[in-house]
Nanobody, 124 residues
């Protein structure tokens, strides 16, 4: 079992930045890739980006490229989502997810563990 806890959400003005953290505990000795997803009210949960086990490979949904960056510190069992140039349409609950294996996936059904989510609100 892996437990994930997100933090760092909040209210920010358009154009601002936030950094979300996702701390993992439990069976963290196994190799696992991480993904970030988000869900806005009334919408499906969507893929934001992913990072492989080593941190050497990342992938982002198109609208996040160039604005968001995912990194990880395996020594601290923590993954980060740096969000810059935020827009009101980025408002959502952001979730981190873990999947056993070395490579991320864009499909939420491929992930084995989920955090509880953290709210990000971007005001115009």
């Amino acid at each position: 079992q892996v437990q994930l806890v997100e933090s760092g959400g909040g209210l920010v003005q358009a154009g601002g930045s936030l950094r979300l953290s996702c701390a993992a505990s439990g069976r963290t000795s196994s190799a696992y890739a991480m993904g970030w997803f988000r869900q806005a009210p009334g919408k499906e949960r969507e893929f934001v980006g992913g990072i492989n086990w080593s941190g050497g490979s990342t992938f982002y949904e198109h609208s996040m490229r160039g604005r968001f960056a995912i990194t990880r510190d395996n020594a601290k069992n923590t993954v980060y989502l740096q969000m810059n140039s935020l827009k009101p349409e980025d408002t959502a609950v952001y979730y981190c997810a873990a999947r056993y294996g070395r490579t991320w996936s864009t499909s939420r059904t491929d992930y084995d563990y989920w955090g509880q989510g953290t709210q990000v609100t971007v005001s115009s």
